[in-house]
């Protein structure tokens, strides 16, 4: 298995842009998470979604932040517009919902918003 | 609330000395606990996880948590630390919420000298 697949790895942006990041579950698992890890703030949940349909977003920062799952093996968090504070390294994950709680990680897309 | 603590942001030690990473949780029903490593540059990885059984679990790498209900605790040990030991270890729950979503501790670096 490819395991979580994110795209970029890394993204360089001026403020104002808009960003999208991209990921890619793994084949058949039903959860997928969206995380934010700064040194600052640590690792936090931004949303997540079960069976392409969001749960809980409450850990979405502003408005000018978005996610989509259109399917089963897709996904996007987009900052419109984006910036600098949102500099961080943001993360996929993707479960099953047996196995309770055992997320699978991507490598993570690092942001830079200058 | 509940959530999960870890005591000691860094940890430093000697390589060949015992590695304890502390791991405590707040929780009025028991949950799943897992430890995640995550190196330099890379997502998380799972390392061990406990959920019913046998108390003390093992991992990879050699790495193993026991659970002590009483305690409220998960620490994690290693008889011996080498060098590749060095990353950052996360302490994380799965809190009987039905929703597959995990708190997350803010993460010890364990860092090995020579």
């Known amino acids: 298995d490819a395991g979580v697949i994110q795209s970029p790895r890394h993204e360089v942006t001026e403020m104002g842009q808009e960003v999208t990041l991209r990921c890619k579950p793994i084949?058949?698992?039903?959860?997928l998470f969206w995380y934010r890890q700064t040194m600052m703030r640590g690792l936090e949940l931004l949303i997540y979604?079960?069976?392409?349909?969001?749960?809980?977003d409450s850990g979405m920062p502003e408005d000018r932040f978005s996610a989509k799952m259109p399917n089963a093996s897709f996904s996007t968090l987009k900052i419109q517009p984006s910036e600098p504070r949102d500099s961080a390294v943001y993360f996929c994950a993707s479960s099953l919902s047996q196995g309770r709680g055992e997320q699978y990680f991507g490598p993570g897309t690092r942001l830079t918003v200058t | 609330a509940q959530s999960v603590t870890q005591l000691g942001s860094h940890v430093s030690v000697s390589e060949g000395a015992l590695v304890l990473l502390r791991c405590n949780y707040s929780s009025s029903v028991p949950p799943y606990l897992f430890w995640y490593v995550q190196y330099p540059n890379q997502g998380l990885q799972l390392l061990l996880k406990?959920?019913?059984?046998?108390?003390l679990v093992k991992g990879i790498n050699g790495f193993e948590a026991e659970f002590k209900k009483s305690e409220t605790s998960f620490h994690l040990t290693k008889p011996s630390a080498h060098m590749s030991d060095a990353a950052e270890y996360f302490c994380?729950?799965?809190?009987?919420?039905?929703?597959?979503?995990?708190?997350f501790g803010t993460g010890t670096r364990l860092l090995v000298s020579p």
């Open positions: 994380a729950a799965d809190l009987n919420t039905g929703f597959q979503k995990l708190v």
């Open positions: 979604f079960n069976n392409n349909v969001p749960i809980d």
């Open positions: 406990y959920t019913t059984g046998a108390t």
């Open positions: 084949s058949g698992h039903d959860y």
